[in-house]
């Protein structure tokens, strides 16, 4: 009878360390590293803030409201007003190593 509660303890502490053993395994595939880069871009006619944010990170990688106050402050905008013709320093994300 008293076999009974080591055996339920062992196996229990069996399958939590298999658990965690499986849990930390390396994934069979990795994911490629992503960097940041930035460029200048000239704003065309019609061309948002939320435009700009959405077409250089299509894949959405970051939340559009957030990518817009990061373009604000990196070009030290007060207003997300846009003027044709103007240049604008974005970033991006790629896989690539430039």
Known sequence: MRKAPFILTLALVLALTFCSIIGTAAPDREEPEVHKYYTSIT??????LWSV????????????RDHVNELMRI??????????????????YDTAVK
Do not use: S, W
């Not at 944010?53 to 559009?64: I, K, N």
């Not at 003027?83 to 604008?88: F, I, R």
């Open 43 to 48: 704003i065309q006619p019609g061309d948002t």
């Open 53 to 64: 944010a959405r077409q250089t990170d299509p894949e959405g990688r970051m939340d559009v």
């Open 75 to 92: 070009n030290r905008m007060a207003e997300p007003d846009l003027k044709a013709g103007m240049n604008l320093t974005v970033f991006y």
